[in-house]
Every structure is written in C-alpha cells, then in structure tokens.
C-alpha cells in the first residue's frame, strides 16, 4: 500500500491554473532580478534558510534558535535591501495601456520637435536630457523641477538647455505632448556593471528608464553624440535617422526593426 504522502493528487484545470500562475511569477521574478546586484543578495538569503533547516536536521539547538528569532528581522531587512527592485516590479506589473497617452499633440509632431532639437543640440554639444513619461508618472521628478506647462516645441526645447539660461541643467520632462517642468532631479541607475565612464546624465537617464516604462534621450556636452534609453538599457551614438526611428517605435509603442547597438566601454567618452 502507498503512504499517503506520495499520493499525487489528480490534476484539475484550477490546479493547472494555480501552477501556471506561480510559474509565470517565478519567471518574472527571476526575469527582473536577473544582472542586478538582487542576485548574489538572493542567493545569500537562500543560504541563510538552507542553513537554519541544516540547524534543525542536525539537532544544532543554539544555531537553529538565534536563526529562529532573527528570521523577523531579516524579512524587514529583505524589504529594505530590495526595495528597488520591489518598486521596479509593482510597476511593471501595474503599468496598463489603457492609461497615459500623449493627447495634447500628435505622435508624429512629437517625435519631429524631440528630434530636431536633439539635432541642434548635438551640433552645438549643448548637454541635454528629455525625458517622455508613457504609462507611469513622473510626477515625483516633475515635482522637482521647474514648472513649465507649456505646448512641446522645437524652439522651447532649445532654449531651455541654452548653457546661458538657469534650467539648461537636469532634465525636461515631457507629459502629454506638454513640457511639464525643466530642471528635474532623476535617480541614477546602480548597475554595478555599468561603465564608469558613463556620465550624469547618462546614468540618470537609465536610472529613470529603470524605474519607469518612459523613454530617454541624452546630448552629451562633451562628444555632442546621441543616445537613446529605454526599459533601463541605452543605445549611444545614434544618427538622427536612428533616433527618429527610436522615437517613432517606443511612442507608436511598435518594436524596433533593429536591436540596440551596443557601444563597447572602451570608446565611451565621459558625459558631465
């Protein structure tokens, strides 16, 4: 007779459900945490409990308790450490089409104001940041900045990086086919991996494309080159064709024909 543990139960289409579920969060999980600084920290965690159940195979009473009583405490630190990483994946998860858009001004106008004045700003290595919020707000980093609220346009963009004017430095930052505010702080990204020779605002540009589902475009003062940032990845030394393509696909929310280019660390120039 079999003991009843090894019993398998009958498979049921809920059961098929409940398991397809669970396999498509682990996914995500181990999707998102996969090249951060989550992943040794994880398998950190993961030693701790193999650990702790040794402790109690092995009758080790003093290990297995501290273990016991500390374990409150390393759930709160885990939320701490993790923090990032959870915030990244709420996020994505509550990120939905059926919100944002760009309303206040057609799509095509958009991408060819963006893009002409990067043009401009590249031929004259202006350093310029833009930033275009998509489903997620940016609300926290308008807020501080500089109010704008005015229509997008080539010659606002311009102007407001003019090194000779007070919001030339941060990041503009575009909702609804509006420049809602100048001057914004972004966080910096914290890929351990990430060249050093990536300036301010190229970290900041993947930093907030990590954070949220908004693109990014950098001018950087030092090269006048191009880059592009999206889903917390950068493309750099764009053509202006290029870039328009890049601008067309993520606010058209279409996948680029091309993968991004990647730029070997040792022919990237230092962006203040």
């Not at 963006?114 to 275009?132: D, E, F, H, P, R």
């Not at 050093?196 to 090269?223: C, M, P, Q, Y």
């Not at 191009?226 to 290029?242: N, V």
Request: proline share 4%.
């Amino acid at each position: 007779m079999i003991p009843e543990t090894f019993v398998i139960p009958r498979l049921t289409w809920i059961g098929a459900i409940d398991i397809l579920i669970v396999a498509f969060m682990t996914y995500q999980v181990l999707a998102r945490m996969k090249g951060t600084r989550a992943v040794p920290m994880a398998l950190g965690v993961v030693g701790v409990v193999v650990f702790f159940y040794f402790s109690r195979w092995s009758h080790l009473n003093t290990v297995s308790w501290i273990l016991t009583y500390t374990a409150p405490y390393l759930f709160f630190s885990i939320i701490v450490i993790f923090q990032s990483e959870i915030r990244q994946a709420l996020a994505h998860f509550g990120k939905t089409a059926f919100f944002g858009g760009f309303s206040s001004i057609n799509r095509s106008q958009m991408c060819d104001e963006i893009a002409l004045a990067v043009k401009t700003l590249a031929k004259n290595q202006t350093g310029a940041l833009i930033v275009v919020e998509r489903d997620i707000g940016l609300k926290s980093y308008v807020e501080s900045g500089i109010a704008v609220d005015a229509l997008l346009s080539y010659d606002l963009l311009v102007t407001v990086f003019n090194p000779k004017e007070p919001m030339h430095d941060g990041a503009v930052i575009i909702q609804n086919g509006k420049i809602a505010a100048a001057a914004c702080f972004l966080p910096l990204t914290v890929k351990p991996r990430l060249s050093k020779e990536l300036g301010t605002r190229h970290r900041a540009a993947i930093g907030v494309t990590e954070e949220t589902d908004a693109i990014a475009v950098v001018v950087s003062e030092e090269t006048g080159s191009i880059a592009f940032a999206q889903d917390g990845e950068i493309e750099r030394f764009l053509e202006y064709e290029t870039l328009v393509s890049r601008l067309s696909d993520a606010i058209e929310r279409r996948k680029p024909i091309s993968s991004p280019r990647k730029v070997p660390a040792a022919v990237q120039h230092v962006d203040p």
